[in-house]
C-alpha cells in the first residue's frame, strides 16, 4: 500500500510515524511546500526573539525521513483527481496514491483592507513568515547559530501560496522597522508584538474589540494584560477597525488608518486569524465545509472513498455540535494518529477520534495563563467563580460549573498542571471539590506562596 500525505506538521508527521509503527512494509510519502523537515509551528515566536534555534524547534531528528523509510517530495499539490487517484504538483509532476491523508494545515487569513499587498505587510503564521518578520526587524535570522535552510524556495509555489518567500520594507528602505504595528488581538497577535517588544521596540496593537482576546479572556482579565502590555510600551488600540493601510511611492507600508486615526508605521503584522489551506481542492469533489475545512467523519474520512484529513485544515464535529476545523497543535496530532489507523482499515476506538477537553497554555507577556474546557462557550446554565489574588502574588482564578459539575477553568497569574484540570472536568466533579482539591493542580516554580482560595468569590 502507498500512503500519501500533503503536509509535513503535526498531523502528517504523526500519522507517517503511526503508520510506520503498524505497517513496516507500508510505502508512506510527505509531500510539503513549506519546509523540508517537521517543525513546532507553536514555537516561531522563540525562534524569532532569538531564544531558540531553527533547529531546537525541529521535533524529530533530520535523518527522520531515511530512518523511517519515507519519501520527502518537495513541491506543491494543485491538484486532485480522485477517479484516478493522482495528485498533480505545481511542476507538472504526477503522484499517486492508494490511501491519501491532507493535513495542509492553515493559511493566514489575507487583510482585506487597501494597502495590505504594501512591502511591510505580512503574517506571523508560516516559516517563510517568520524569515520575513526576522528581517524587518533584526535584517536576518535572529539566531546566531542558526544553520542556513538551503532549497527554500520551491520552484512549483504559486503566487498566492503562503510559502512564498517575500520581500522586507527594512531591505527597501535600508534601515530596520522602529514602529512596527500588529493588527488583530489574538494569540498569534500577542505574539507578535512580544517578539517586536523584545527587540526593544514600542509595537502598536490594534484590536477590533472592546478588549484583548475576547474568544479566550474575559474583561477583567483582559484589563490586566493590557496594563501589562502598556507597562511594557505597547501601544494598545481597544476597538480600532482598520480602514485602509498607506503606503510611499515605492509601494512601502507608512501607515494604517483607522475609524480613530492614522499611525506612523513601517511594518504590520496582519493576525486576523488563519483559514484551512485547501483552495487547490475546489474542483477535486472533496467536500469542504463553508469556511474550507476538508468535512470528515469520525474516522477523519472526506466523502470520497480513501481520502482523509485531519489537522487544522479538517472540519470534525465539535460536541457542541458544530463542524468546523480544530486549529491545536494536539488535536491535529491525535487526528493524524486516528487518520493513520483508519487508512489501515482499523475500526474501533483507536481508529476514532474524540474531541478531548480542550486546553492551552502561554505566556501572555509576563502573565502565565492556563485554560482547560469550556469558557468563554456560554453553555447551558453556566455559572462563574472567580477571585482576584493580589499579594505577593498576583493572579486570577475563574471556575465555569453547572449544576452537573465544572466544566472550564481560565487561570492567569500561576502555572497550572492542566492534566489535573482535565481530571476535575471529566469526573464531573463539583465546584466544591474542586476548590478543595485545586492545589492538587499547582505547578508554580520553588518559593512561589501558594494560592489561598476563599470561600466565596465572585
Ligand atoms: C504563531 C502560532 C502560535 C501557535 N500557538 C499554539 C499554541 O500555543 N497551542 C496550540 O495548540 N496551537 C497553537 N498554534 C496552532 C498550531 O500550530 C497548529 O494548529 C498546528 O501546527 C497545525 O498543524 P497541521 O499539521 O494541521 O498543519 P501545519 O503545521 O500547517 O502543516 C501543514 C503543512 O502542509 C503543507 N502544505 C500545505 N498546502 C500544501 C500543498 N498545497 N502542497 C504541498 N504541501 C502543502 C505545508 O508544507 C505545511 O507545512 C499556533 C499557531 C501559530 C501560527
Redesign the pocket.
Known amino acids: 500500500m502507498h500512503v500519501v500525505i500533503?503536509?509535513?506538521?503535526?498531523?502528517?508527521m504523526e500519522a507517517a510515524l503511526q503508520i510506520r509503527a503498524e505497517a513496516p512494509d507500508a510505502g508512506v510519502t510527505l509531500?510539503?511546500?513549506?519546509?523540508d523537515h517537521f517543525f513546532s509551528?507553536?514555537a516561531?515566536?522563540w525562534v524569532h526573539s532569538g531564544q531558540m534555534s531553527h533547529r531546537d524547534i525541529e521535533p524529530l531528528e533530520r535523518d527522520a525521513y531515511v530512518r523511517h523509510g519515507f519519501t520527502r517530495v518537495r513541491?506543491?499539490?494543485v491538484s486532485l483527481d480522485a477517479a484516478s487517484k493522482r495528485l498533480t504538483l505545481g511542476d507538472g509532476e504526477t503522484l499517486d496514491y492508494d490511501k491519501l491523508l491532507i493535513?495542509?494545515?492553515?493559511r493566514p487569513r489575507p487583510g482585506p483592507w487597501r494597502g495590505s499587498d504594501l512591502r511591510g505587510v505580512g503574517h506571523?503564521?508560516t516559516l517563510q513568515d517568520l524569515e520575513w518578520y526576522e528581517r524587518e526587524l533584526h535584517g536576518g535570522p535572529s539566531h546566531a547559530g542558526r544553520p542556513p535552510r538551503p532549497d527554500q524556495h520551491v520552484p512549483s509555489s504559486r503566487p498566492d501560496s503562503p510559502?512564498l518567500p517575500r520581500e522586507a520594507a527594512a531591505e527597501a528602505r535600508g534601515s530596520l522597522s522602529k514602529r512596527p504595528a500588529v493588527i488583530g488581538g489574538g494569540?498569534?497577535g500577542i505574539?507578535a508584538v512580544e517578539v517586536a517588544h523584545g527587540k526593544g521596540l514600542h509595537p502598536h496593537f490594534f484590536i477590533r474589540d472592546e478588549w484583548f482576546w475576547p474568544m479566550a479572556i474575559d474583561a477583567t482579565e483582559a484589563a490586566w494584560i493590557t496594563e501589562r502590555m502598556r507597562a511594557h510600551g505597547v501601544h494598545v488600540h481597544l476597538q480600532h477597525e482598520v480602514e485602509h493601510l498607506e503606503g510611499d511611492a515605492q509601494g512601502n507600508l507608512t501607515a494604517v488608518v483607522t475609524n480613530h486615526g492614522r499611525f506612523e508605521v513601517d511594518c504590520a503584522v496582519v493576525a486576523i486569524g488563519v483559514v484551512p489551506?485547501t483552495q487547490?481542492l475546489a474542483d477535486s469533489g472533496v467536500a469542504l465545509d463553508a469556511g474550507g475545512g476538508v468535512v470528515v467523519d469520525a474516522q477523519q474520512r472526506t466523502n470520497v472513498p480513501d481520502v482523509f484529513a485531519a489537522?487544522?485544515?479538517a472540519s470534525v464535529r465539535w460536541s457542541t455540535g458544530a463542524q468546523r476545523p480544530e486549529?491545536?497543535?494536539?488535536t491535529?496530532r491525535d487526528q493524524g494518529r486516528v487518520a493513520a489507523r483508519a487508512m489501515l482499515g482499523q475500526t474501533g476506538h483507536a481508529a476514532t477520534y474524540r474531541r478531548p477537553t480542550w486546553y492551552?497554555s502561554?505566556k501572555l507577556m509576563d502573565i502565565e495563563y492556563t485554560t482547560v474546557g469550556f469558557v468563554n462557550m456560554n453553555q447551558p446554565g453556566e455559572r462563574e467563580w472567580f477571585f482576584e489574588e493580589r499579594g505577593a502574588v498576583r493572579s486570577t482564578t475563574r471556575i465555569v460549573h453547572t449544576d452537573t459539575g465544572v466544566i472550564g477553568f481560565n487561570l492567569l497569574g500561576r502555572r497550572w498542571d492542566h492534566s489535573v484540570l482535565m481530571e476535575f472536568i471529566d469526573a464531573g466533579r463539583s465546584l466544591a471539590y474542586v476548590l478543595d482539591h485545586l492545589h492538587e493542580a499547582a505547578f508554580d516554580t520553588e518559593l512561589v506562596p501558594p494560592l489561598v482560595l476563599p470561600r466565596e468569590a465572585r
Do not use: H, K, P
Not at 327 to 330: A, G, M, N, S
Open positions: 500533503i503536509g509535513n506538521g503535526v498531523a502528517g509531500v510539503s511546500e513549506e519546509s509551528r507553536t516561531l515566536m513541491g506543491r499539490v493535513a495542509c494545515g492553515s506571523f503564521v510559502y494569540l498569534i505574539e489551506n487547490w489537522g487544522d485544515c486549529q491545536l497543535w494536539y491535529g492551552n502561554a
